[in-house]
T-cell receptor
Framework: DVKVTQSSRYLVKRTGEKVFLECVQD?????MFWYRQDPGLGLRLIYF???????EKGDIPEGYSVSREKKERFSLILESASTNQTSMYLC?????????????FGPGTRLLVL | AQTVTQSQPEMSVQEAETVTLSCTYD???????LFWYKQPPSRQMILVIR??????QNATENRFSVNFQKAAKSFSLKISDSQLGDAAMYFC????????????FGQGTTLQVKP
């Protein structure tokens, strides 16, 4: 079975802090995604990556950056956390770029920015 | 741009009964894929069922089936013989054939199953 893990289930940070959210998948998937989930808005794509060192902006990239140095690991970075970034963050991966592949999700990180 | 709309924020069903969750989408593409994902409380999101737009036959997975109406751009999920373990948030999602795997999600529907 595909396993997608996220470094933390819950995080509490202060405004202005730099925040790192890590995601690791163990099935050699090419694609990796970061979403944020907010009530009434569903999941919105922040960034995605289809290869090592490659990244593409999603629908809401402002205030975020990403890093993919290894195929299995995709990090989401909040350079200077703000209260409006309080949310649930979900990582996902899928097998091939451009294919209708199922996305496999991590358990999520619930981030609170004070 | 493609959009996905789930107009029912919350639904409830009696155990063993049938419930239908609604989803509509907007697209100008002719080839695409549709998905229903399930997110149980405090657990990981998992795929429930998927439908290829070029297939006329509605997808079925055990107690889960879809009613795919391409012309109406409607993609509803029917859960038969509902079980307590079906309680979750359900998301409808769209994947265009020209995208690099980017899913577009609806707002979600929270399903409560009453014993």
């Amino acid at each position: 079975d595909v396993k997608v893990t996220q470094s933390s289930r819950y995080l509490v940070k202060r405004t202005g802090e730099k925040v790192f959210l890590e995601c690791v998948q163990d099935m050699d998937h090419e694609n990796m995604f970061w979403y944020r989930q907010d009530p009434g808005l569903g999941l919105r794509l922040i960034y995605f990556s289809y290869d090592v060192k490659m990244k593409e902006k999603g629908d809401i990239p402002e205030g975020y950056s990403v890093s993919r140095e290894k195929k299995e690991r995709f990090s989401l970075i909040l350079e200077s956390a703000s209260t409006n970034q309080t949310s649930m963050y979900l990582c996902a991966s899928s097998l091939y770029r451009g294919g209708p592949e199922t996305q496999y999700f991590g358990p999520g990180t619930r981030l609170l920015v004070l | 741009a493609q959009t996905v709309t789930q107009s029912q924020p919350e639904m409830s069903v009696q155990e063993a009964e049938t419930v239908t969750l609604s989803c509509t989408y907007d697209t100008s593409e002719s080839d695409y894929y549709l998905f229903w994902y399930k997110q149980p409380p405090s657990r990981q999101m998992i795929l429930v069922i998927r439908q290829e737009a070029y297939k006329q036959q509605n997808a079925t997975e055990n107690r889960f089936s879809v009613n795919f109406q391409k012309a109406a751009k409607s993609f509803s999920l029917k859960i038969s013989d509902s079980q307590l373990g079906d309680a979750a948030m359900y998301f409808c999602a769209y994947l265009g054939s020209s995208n690099t795997g980017k899913l577009i999600f609806g707002q979600g529907t929270t399903l409560q199953v009453k014993p």
